[in-house]
């Protein structure tokens, strides 16, 4: 299992980018798949996911309305659009993944995922 995370950058508050999450060594819609974030200095949160079982989707209060997640099965990579970016999500983002059967209550845990990619960095510029 592979993931490889790209589209990091700098950006203003107010503006957006999309990360990408490219995966390889297993099939992308059989895994439970989710986006994660690390401040310096704060703990590994979660910030979206999607379940295998139905392919929902879990949000974050703090980006609820501007993250939105999704996948494309074809190329096998994970989405993370990000709308109206402010300082507070300026973080490493993570892209992780486990087998399925996640219970409902821990879709947005990290000790939860197996496999990690190696992040890549969101600053936001006030």
């Known amino acids: 299992v592979q993931l490889v995370e790209s589209g990091g950058g700098l950006v203003q508050a107010g503006g957006s980018l999309r990360l990408s999450c490219a995966a390889s060594?297993?099939?992308?819609?059989?895994?439970?798949i989710g986006w994660f974030r690390q401040a310096p200095g704060k703990e590994r949160e979660g910030v979206s996911c999607?379940?295998?079982?139905?392919?929902?989707?879990y949000y974050a209060d703090s980006v609820k309305g501007r993250f939105t997640i999704s996948r494309d099965n074809a190329k096998n990579t994970l989405y993370l659009q990000m709308n109206s970016l402010k300082p507070e999500d300026t973080a490493v983002y993570y892209c992780a993944t486990t087998p399925p059967g996640t219970p409902l209550d821990h879709y947005l845990s990290a000790e939860w995922y197996r496999y990690w990619g190696r992040g890549t960095q969101v600053t936001v510029s006030s």
């Open positions: 060594g297993f099939t992308l819609d059989y895994y439970d």
């Open positions: 999607i379940s295998s079982s139905d392919g929902s989707t």
